[in-house]
């Protein structure tokens, strides 16, 4: 409830109830110098004169309501059908904890089997859990699931420095308490066939995302024999949305598959909370983290779901768990099922369609303006990189004064790339703004 409307009589009850006279005793633990410290508050207001303030105050974000957008670096704002939001307001979804009961929990059940075979098809793996907090903590149970694979006697984790460099800081957060070397990211000039070479013995998997953290779709044909030849385990990150019009990673040989699915039918949410998903094969399932729901029959015949291989948790058997995964997104993922079913195969690959093309179209336009460079050489997907004339920082100030949310400066994470940006174009962006952004760029310039 939004207000919980306790009367004076109410509360002396209560207070009564559990021994004490007043609100303030229950503070008595609280040293008397810090407690209760005076607030310099304004006069209260009504209801009413509230809602005015925080519609103002709120009308001062640059959201992507009232700005065009073309940042993306792994936040993309895609469409939202209306459906999504309706579907999981539904007062059966609201909690997000793990059905452990399967006779009271079907309907919740039934949504995350539905949404793990249809991203099963979509990435063209055998098996998908539900789900992990985000991309970066899929892709770092994914280095470990590879170490573990190899019964800890693989202890190196190759990653492409062209990998989201958030995701591989995560990597390292997760691995550091295991006898795991992160590596191959430290020169950012390294690209795949130099880390290729760098597979031996020791090696657990090779990571690579594509399309990459700039936008650039890796050639990976083959990648996964030589892996393989190895003994290692190819890992790829991918875009769901790129799935619509590229190869999905199953069939080329990926042994394990992690993406962010936060734009299948979540918001941005200022970060979080966002879904991970995760995939691998049949072969592999038993070391999957995370949980996964099975299809079984009752003892009259009907189907019915439960979750299956549950020792792999921590509610019982602790023992024997792979992950310390103790929770889910299981709302985000509901989220994902609803958008996924509402949008089938030609919707995805409409907005794939859509994003590519329109992308393409920004990046002609831009390098026709003095002073700005298409500096993305490979083929790419929604995103590529400019060089500008100036300070990306610079640029995105003046950009916000016309309503235009600028790309990401790549120097933040990459100082050698001064004065690039990453520049996102998805379906959400008409053919008007982009013309706009593109003049705002010859101005800023």
């Not at 190196?156 to 420095?161: D, E, S, T």
């Not at 291989?309 to 993922?333: D, V």
């Amino acid at each position: 409830m939004k207000f919980i409307p306790n009367t004076e009589p109410e509360r002396a009850e209560m207070l009564d109830a559990i021994g004490v006279k007043s609100v303030a005793d229950l503070f008595e633990v609280v040293p008397e110098s810090v407690r209760f410290p005076k607030l310099n508050l304004p006069e209260p207001l009504s209801e009413m004169e509230i809602m005015a303030e925080l519609t103002a105050m709120s009308d001062r974000n640059a959201d992507t309501f009232h700005y065009s957008a073309f940042i993306g670096a792994g936040a993309y704002n895609h469409f939202q059908p209306s459906i999504v939001g309706q579907m999981i307001s539904r007062n059966e979804f609201y909690t997000a904890y793990t059905p452990y009961q399967p006779e009271v929990s079907q309907g919740t059940l039934q949504a995350i089997f539905e949404y793990q075979t249809m991203v099963s098809d979509l990435l063209a793996m055998d098996v998908v859990n539900a789900s992990h907090y985000d991309g970066a903590t899929a892709l770092a149970e994914a280095a470990i699931m590879a170490y573990q694979v190899s019964r800890g006697k693989r202890k190196k984790v190759l990653v492409l420095p062209s990998v989201k460099p958030n995701y591989r800081k995560v990597m390292r957060t997760y691995t550091q308490g295991l006898p795991v070397e992160i590596t191959g990211d430290e020169n950012p000039n390294t690209d795949l066939a130099a880390l290729t070479a760098m597979l031996d013995s020791d090696t657990a998997c090779l990571v690579v995302q594509s399309p990459n953290f700039f936008g650039e779709l890796e050639d990976l044909r083959g990648l996964a024999d030589t892996v393989h030849a190895a003994g290692a385990l190819l890992v790829v990150h991918t875009d769901p949305h790129a799935l619509g019009l590229f190869t999905p990673p199953g069939e080329y040989g990926a042994d394990i598959v992690t993406a962010e699915g936060h734009a299948l039918g979540n918001s941005l949410n200022y970060g979080g909370p966002y879904l991970g998903i995760f995939a691998t094969t049949q072969k592999l399932v038993r070391k999957m983290p995370g949980r996964v729901v099975g299809q079984t029959v009752d003892t009259n015949g009907k189907r019915g779901f439960v979750l299956t291989l549950s020792t792999r948790e921590q509610h019982i058997r602790r023992e024997k768990a792979t992950s310390n995964i103790c929770s889910n997104q299981g709302l985000n993922a509901l989220a994902a099922a609803v958008y996924l079913a509402t949008m089938g195969k030609h919707g995805m690959r409409r907005v794939a369609e859509l994003s590519y093309h329109k992308a393409h179209y920004a990046a002609a336009e831009i390098d026709k303006l003095p002073g700005y460079q298409l500096l993305t050489t490979k083929p790419f997907f929604k995103e590529f990189v400019i060089q500008c004339p100036k300070p990306v920082a610079e640029i995105n100030t003046a950009l916000l004064a016309k309503n235009i949310i600028g790309g990401y400066d790549l120097s933040q994470r990459y100082p050698e790339r001064a004065n690039q940006m990453l520049v996102a174009v998805t379906e959400m962006n008409t053919r008007r703004q982009i013309d706009e952004f593109v003049a705002a760029l010859k101005e800023v310039a």
